[in-house]
């Protein structure tokens, strides 16, 4: 059984930050790529950043230039640092892996933390 846990979701004010971290536990084989996807009230989930597990990286272009994406590889764990938060950032973001296990590969989801950004 693989978990994710998030954290660092909150409140800030337009122009603020925030660091998301999820942390991905269990019998993981091979932990190929990390990402976080958002979703708004009344709007589809939309992917904003993913990294491999060799480190490259890719960004939505409403989050290039203002969000970074890290993964600590030894603690199977990815960060998403949100520099210059704008209201539209407000959404519940979710973290997920791209996992290889014994018995095959799939992807694993977290249960969202809350991103609320004021004007």
Not at 7 to 30: D, E, H, N
Not at 104 to 117: E, F, I, L, P
Request: hydrophobic share 30%; glycine share 12%; aromatic share 8%.
């Amino acid at each position: 059984q693989v978990q994710l846990v998030e954290s660092g979701g909150g409140s800030v004010q337009a122009g603020g930050s925030l660091r998301l971290s999820c942390a991905a536990s269990g019998v993981i084989r091979i932990l190929n790529a990390m990402g976080w996807y958002r979703q708004a009230p009344g709007k589809q989930r939309e992917s904003i950043a993913a990294i491999s597990h060799g480190g490259t990286t890719t960004y939505s272009d409403s989050v290039k230039g203002r969000f970074t994406i890290s993964m600590d590889n030894a603690k199977n764990t990815v960060y998403l640092q949100m520099d210059s938060l704008k209201p539209e950032d407000t959404a519940v973001y979710y973290c997920y892996a791209d996992i290889s296990r014994s018995l095959g590969r799939d992807n694993y989801w977290g249960r969202g933390t809350q991103v609320t950004v004021s004007s």
